[in-house]
C-alpha cells in the first residue's frame, strides 16, 4: 500500500531563478517508485517582513500535477512558508509546504528542518530532518546528513544518506549536482 520497494532511484530536478530580489520563480519536479508516480509543482517564492536581519521569511504559491500509473492526472495547488536564520559560519531554516490535489482532496504537509554549516571555503555540511505525508497517506520522518563540495563558483556536489525513520522504512545514498547561473 506504500512505497514499493526497492525504489532503486528518485531523480528530481529542482530549478528556482531570482527574477528580483523580490520574487524568485522555480520548478519543483520528482518521480518516485521506479517511475510510477511523476509530479511537478511550478512555483513563485516572496520573501516577507525585513530582508536585512538574522531571520529571513518567504512564502510561495504552486500549481502543478501529479500522475501515478493507472489514475488521472491531479492538479495541485501548493502554500509554502519558509524561515531561515543565519550564523557565523552556517544556518538553521523550516521549510513547510502544504500541497492540495484536487481529485482526492486531501491536503499533504511536508517540513524539512535543515542545520548547515560551512566548514571552509569549499566544504559545507548540513543534517536534514524530512517530515510529511505521503501520497499514501502515510506520515514519515527521514533524516538526510550530507557534505557537499564546493568545485568553483557556478558548481557543486553533495553527497549524502537518507534514513527512513518511520514510513517506508527504506535507505538510500544521495547524489545532488548544483549549478549556479
Given at each position: ?19 528580483s530580489s523580490r520574487v524568485t520563480i522555480g520548478l519543483d519536479y520528482h518521480t518516485a517508485d521506479k517511475g510510477r508516480i511523476d509530479a511537478g509543482v ?49 544556518w538553521f531554516s523550516i521549510d513547510y509546504t502544504a500541497t492540495y490535489g484536487d481529485i482526492d482532496q486531501m491536503t499533504r504537509s511536508k517540513a524539512d ?69
Amino acid at each position: 500500500e506504500g512505497a514499493q520497494l526497492p525504489v532503486h532511484y528518485d531523480p528530481t530536478l529542482y530549478l528556482e531563478y531570482g527574477l528580483s530580489s523580490r520574487v524568485t520563480i522555480g520548478l519543483d519536479y520528482h518521480t518516485a517508485d521506479k517511475g510510477r508516480i511523476d509530479a511537478g509543482v511550478i512555483f513563485a517564492r516572496f520573501p516577507f517582513g525585513q530582508t536585512d536581519g538574522a531571520d529571513h521569511f518567504a512564502t510561495s504559491f504552486g500549481f502543478g500535477a501529479r500522475k501515478e500509473d493507472g489514475t488521472p492526472r491531479e492538479t495541485l495547488a501548493q502554500l509554502g512558508l519558509y524561515w531561515g536564520r543565519g550564523f557565523e559560519a552556517g544556518w538553521f531554516s523550516i521549510d513547510y509546504t502544504a500541497t492540495y490535489g484536487d481529485i482526492d482532496q486531501m491536503t499533504r504537509s511536508k517540513a524539512d528542518f535543515t542545520w548547515g554549516q560551512n566548514l571552509d571555503d569549499r566544504w559545507t555540511a548540513f543534517l536534514q530532518m524530512q517530515t510529511g505525508e505521503g501520497v499514501g497517506g502515510d506520515f514519515y520522518a527521514k533524516i538526510n546528513p550530507a557534505i557537499v563540495f564546493r568545485i568553483n563558483a557556478q558548481h557543486r556536489v553533495s553527497l549524502g544518506a537518507v534514513k527512513a525513520l518511520t514510513g517506508d522504512g527504506g535507505s538510500a545514498l544521495k547524489l545532488n549536482i548544483w549549478s549556479a547561473f
